[in-house]
C-alpha cells in the first residue's frame, strides 16, 4: 500500500464513498429482481438512483481542490499474484463526469415512466447496471478493474437498444456492440503491452514514464482507436446515429451524455500521460480530424429532417471540440474539453428529453410532424428553446464557456484549424435555429396536444439551473479541474524540456 501513498490520498469519511457511489445501483437492479408489480419496480429504480446523486454531491463538497492527488482513495488486494488490485480514487477530470452520472439517472427512470410499457423491470435493471458500469469506469485506478467496468456497460446498452428500441433496433444494436467490441480488443492489447513494460496494473504507477518513443508510437494507436470509435470521432462515428436514433429516449441519453465521455475520458487519463511524446506526434492528426467532425457534422445536420438524427449528428460536432481541446496541448484547451464534455452532456441530454417528450404525443420524430407548437405547447418550446441556443454556444449559457476555452486554446497553437472551428460554431447555430424555428413556428396547427405534465417538468429544470449556471458563474467548475489539469501541463512538459 505504501507505493499507492505518492498519488492516492486514502478516504477519511467513516464509510467507503466511492464503493457506494458505485454499487448502490448495482444493489437496487439485483432487489429488482425479487419484485413485483411494475409501480414498485419504477418506485424502487428511482429510489435507488435518487439516493446515489446525494452521495455525489457528498464528493463534490469534500473535494480539495488544492491537490493533484487522486481523493477518497480505496484500497484492497485482489489479485497479488499478477498485481491486480481493487483500487478506486477520483481527481480533477473525474469528479464531475460522476456528478454528471448520478444526476441523470434518476432523470432516465422518469423520463421513461410512462414511455416503457414492457419489461420495466428488465429496462429499470439495465438502467441501474448502466449506471454502475460508468461510475466505475470513472473512478478506476487499476487498469483491469476499469476494463471490467468499460466491458460491464456495454451488454445493458446493447440490450435498451435491442429490445426496446424503434424498428431498425437489430440494425442499430449489432452495429454499436460490433463497434464497442472492435475498440476494446485494441484497448486490451494497449493494457496488456503496459503491464507487460511496467510489470503492474496501477494506472498513476504507468503514468509519465520514460517509455520509448516506438512504444508509445504503438501503445498510442491501440489506445487511440478504442476511445475514438468511443467519441466517436470522424471516421468511426457511423454506429452512433443508428444507436440513437433507434435507442429509447432513456438510452440516447445515457449514450450521448456519459458513453461518449469514456473516449475523451480515456485520452486524457491514459494518452496524453502515459504515451506524451506520441500523442504530440500525432497531435496534428488528431487536430485534423476533430476539425472535420466540426464541419462534417454541422453539415450532416443541416439536411436531417427527424429531431433525434439532427441531435445525434450534433454530437459529432460538439465531441469533435473536446478532442480538439485535448490535442492543443494548452491548460485553456484541456479545461475547455473538460468543460465541453460536462456541457455536452447536459445540453444534448436534455434536447434528447425534450424530442422523448414530444415523441410521446405525436408518435413522430419528423420535424414537419412537430413543427408549429409554439401556441399549443408554450411551456415545452420554452425549455426546448433553451437547450437550443445553448447547443450553439449562445453567450450566457453552458456551452459557450467550454467553446469559448477550447478556441482560446486552440488558436494560440494552429489558427488555421481554429478559423474552421468557428466555421463549425455557425453552423451549429445555422441548423439548431433551423430546427427551433420549425418547432415553434413552423405550420398553423390546430391539434390538441398537453403541454408538459408535472414530472416532465422536474426532470428537465435541474438541466436549466445547470445551463444557466455553468453560463454566468463558470469560476467554481474551472476551479475543481485546475490543479489536476496543470499538474498534467507540467508533468507533460518535463518530457520536452
Not at 500521460?273 to 506526434?281: C, D, E, L, M, R
Not at 453539415?299 to 460536432?317: E, G, N, R
Request: charged content about 10%; some cysteine.
Amino acid at each position: 500500500m505504501t507505493a499507492f501513498n505518492k498519488y492516492l490520498i486514502m478516504n477519511t469519511l467513516s464509510f467507503p464513498i466511492l464503493s457506494f457511489v458505485i454499487f448502490i445501483p448495482l444493489a437496487g437492479a439485483i432487489l429488482l429482481l425479487f419484485m413485483r408489480g411494475e409501480r414498485s419496480v419504477k418506485m424502487t429504480a428511482l429510489i435507488t438512483s435518487i439516493i446515489n446523486f446525494p452521495l455525489s454531491l457528498l464528493i463534490y463538497l469534500r473535494f480539495d481542490v488544492g491537490t493533484d492527488k487522486f481523493q477518497f482513495g480505496e484500497f484492497i488486494p485482489w489479485i497479488p499474484a499478477y498485481n491486480i488490485n481493487y483500487v478506486l480514487g477520483i481527481d480533477g477530470i473525474t469528479i464531475f463526469l460522476i456528478l454528471l452520472t448520478t444526476l441523470l439517472a434518476p432523470l432516465c427512470i422518469l423520463c421513461s415512466w410512462t414511455a416503457i410499457e414492457r419489461r420495466v423491470k428488465e429496462f429499470m435493471f439495465c438502467i441501474l447496471i448502466m449506471e454502475t458500469a460508468m461510475i466505475g469506469v470513472f473512478c478506476a485506478l487499476d487498469f483491469i478493474l476499469f476494463y471490467v467496468f468499460w466491458e460491464a456497460m456495454l451488454i445493458p446498452m446493447y440490450l435498451l437498444i435491442a429490445i426496446w428500441g424503434g424498428p431498425n433496433k437489430d440494425y442499430a444494436s449489432i452495429k454499436f456492440f460490433i463497434y464497442t467490441l472492435f475498440g476494446s480488443v485494441f484497448l486490451l492489447v494497449a493494457i496488456i503491452a503496459v503491464y507487460l513494460t511496467t510489470g503492474t496494473f496501477s494506472i498513476p504507477d504507468a503514468m509519465f514514464r520514460d517509455y520509448g518513443f516506438n512504444f508509445q508510437l504503438w501503445v498510442f494507436l491501440a489506445f487511440a482507436i478504442a476511445f475514438a470509435i468511443k467519441v466517436p470521432m470522424f471516421p468511426f462515428h457511423t454506429w452512433l446515429p443508428a444507436a440513437h436514433t433507434e435507442a429509447p429516449t432513456a438510452g440516447s441519453v445515457f449514450l450521448a451524455s456519459v458513453l461518449l465521455k469514456m473516449g475523451t475520458y480515456g485520452f486524457l487519463r491514459f494518452c496524453l500521460p502515459i504515451t506524451p511524446k506520441a500523442s504530440v506526434f500525432f497531435g496534428p492528426y488528431m487536430i485534423a480530424l476533430s476539425v472535420i467532425a466540426i464541419i462534417y457534422g454541422g453539415f450532416v445536420c443541416l439536411s436531417q429532417t427527424d429531431m433525434k438524427k439532427l441531435i445525434a449528428y450534433s454530437s459529432v460536432a460538439h465531441m469533435g471540440f473536446a478532442t480538439l481541446g485535448i490535442f492543443s496541448f494548452t491548460l485553456f484547451g484541456w479545461e475547455g474539453a473538460l468543460l465541453q464534455m460536462l456541457n455536452h452532456g447536459v445540453t444534448t441530454g436534455a434536447l434528447f428529453l425534450c424530442v422523448g417528450i414530444v415523441y410521446e404525443r405525436t408518435h413522430s420524430r419528423e420535424i414537419y410532424d412537430n413543427a408549429g407548437l409554439g401556441k399549443i405547447m408554450p411551456a415545452y418550446v420554452g425549455f426546448f428553446g433553451l437547450f437550443s441556443i445553448s447547443s450553439f454556444a449562445f453567450p450566457g449559457t453552458n456551452n459557450f464557456v467550454g467553446e469559448l476555452y477550447v478556441l482560446i486554446g486552440i488558436f494560440s497553437q494552429n489558427k488555421l484549424a481554429g478559423f474552421f472551428s468557428i466555421v463549425g460554431a455557425l453552423l451549429a447555430a445555422a441548423y439548431m435555429l433551423r430546427l427551433l424555428k420549425q418547432i415553434v413556428w413552423g405550420r398553423e396547427d390546430k391539434r390538441e396536444i398537453a403541454d408538459m405534465k408535472a414530472r416532465e417538468v422536474i426532470y428537465l429544470l435541474p438541466l436549466v439551473v445547470f445551463v444557466v449556471w455553468m453560463g454566468f458563474f463558470p469560476r467554481p467548475f474551472v476551479q475543481v479541474i485546475e490543479k489536476t489539469l496543470m499538474n498534467l501541463h507540467s508533468q507533460m512538459n518535463i518530457f520536452f524540456r
